[in-house]
């Protein structure tokens, strides 16, 4: 929130030319780190963690390759009875007994991601002994398993309810960003998993070749 010089002062302080002034100021705020006012000036923004859409990965690798540090509080691991949906999404019967985990992820302390997931125990039998402060699901998924063959994810904006809420420490009308992901390992159906994210604080990058097909 705090103001930056204006292209004006950097010029004077800096020596260089007002083009490269307004260039520098234009590249900070298209890569999202400066909002610019039309009239008012220029002030750093909160900044958006930033993920790669598309790829399975360890949001403890992610958050160390930013230089932070990631911590993580375990809120629920049991094993329940698969409802109609994730029954669906394993490829199970209803009511058949699945693992269950709901996981905080923190950046340097902060909230970061609310991690709820369901798993095949077919898939990872040890999954409820494994010590989730110490490890990811995602790290032991890919050590028990031979590696994914196939993934479905959809991406959307949603507003949060009152629990997610209470563990992002966010209010009510901060919307936020949820991947909902299943992923197999061969013909077994491996996992479903919802990821929630504040929104105003993350976003997800595609990078792909122009023409190159992106099934949806």
Known sequence: GRRVPSEHEIVREWGISRQTAHRALRDLATEGYLTRLQGVGSFVANVKYQSPALVVGSISDEIAGRGHQHRTEVLTLERVDASDLIAWALDLVPGERVFHSLLLHLDDEVPIQLEDRFVNPAAA??????????????????RVRSPISEVEESIEAVLPIQDQCHW????????????????WSGRLAVTQVTLTHPGDSYRLRLHFRPGERIRG
């Open 125 to 142: 039998p040890d999954y409820l002994d494994e010590d989730f402060t110490r490890t990811t699901p995602n790290q032991h998924l890919m």
């Open 168 to 183: 992002l420490r966010i209010g009510p009308d901060r919307p936020c960003l949820v991947v909902r992901r299943r992923t």
